[in-house]
């Protein structure tokens, strides 16, 4: 069963650092996804990210977030200056094709922890 | 209007009881999903729904997608303990943006 793996699994960071979240989408899956969930909450879409471009992102994903394919199997979501807000669980996903029936099953990882203090 | 709003919020029910939870929109939906997270872990897909009226069977689970495509359905029959967790539906018009619904957390007591 292919998997999306993420590191680290836990990351705490005082308020004003920068913090790179790392992912490992599926190898082949075409489409790539940051979504964050504050504990308890509801599953929060933040960014899209296609053909090595931002597709479609939320409000929530302002001028402190940004994402980026540094190689052909890497997806990062960096936060420049972390606030206490930013505390929660950074899942990535990936998807092989939205449109195409029997490819647009969302594969998440296991998340990341942010723990900002 | 791209909020997806589920009901209830919490279920606790007893292990063999049967369980549902519903997604309603107040726009039309082009598909709806829904997702199972068990405590501590992530989101995992379980099924897509496109069509109006739509019914999928996954062994004891049934999804519905409503006939105006407004609102949509998980209906688990006798419960088991394994099926603990958070249930979520989530939109998405165009692929590259989902809406996660608030959740149904659902209790098991054995």
């Known amino acids: 069963e292919p998997e999306v793996t993420q590191t680290p699994s836990h990351q705490v960071t005082q308020m004003g650092q920068e913090v790179i979240l790392r992912c490992v989408p599926i190898?082949?899956?075409?489409?790539f996804y940051w979504y964050r969930q504050i504990l308890g909450q509801k599953v929060e879409f933040l960014v899209s990210f296609y053909n090595n471009e931002i597709s479609e992102k939320s409000e929530i994903f302002d001028d402190q977030f940004s994402v980026e394919r540094p190689d052909g199997s890497n997806f990062t979501l960096k936060i420049r200056s972390t606030k206490l807000e930013d505390s929660a669980m950074y899942f990535c996903?990936?998807?092989?094709?939205?449109?195409?029936?029997?490819?647009?099953?969302?594969?998440f990882g296991p998340g990341t922890r942010l723990t900002v203090t | 209007g791209q909020q997806v709003m589920q009901i209830p919020q919490y279920q606790h029910v007893q292990e063999g009881e049967d369980f549902t939870t519903y997604c309603n929109s107040s726009t039309t939906l082009s598909n709806i999903q829904w997702y199972k997270q068990r405590p501590g872990g992530h989101p995992v897909f379980l099924i897509q729904?496109?069509?109006?009226?739509e019914v999928k069977k996954q062994k004891r689970l049934t999804f519905q997608f409503g006939e105006a495509k407004k609102n949509s359905s998980l209906h688990i029959t006798a419960t088991q303990t394994t099926d603990v967790g958070t249930y979520f539906c989530?939109?998405?018009?165009?692929?590259?943006?989902?809406?996660f619904g608030t959740g149904t957390s659902l209790t098991v007591i054995p």
């Open positions: 989530a939109r998405s018009n165009t692929g590259n943006q989902f809406y």
């Open positions: 996903a990936s998807i092989l094709t939205p449109g195409l029936a029997g490819a647009y099953e969302q594969y």
């Open positions: 190898s082949n899956h075409l489409y």
């Open positions: 729904l496109v069509k109006s009226g």
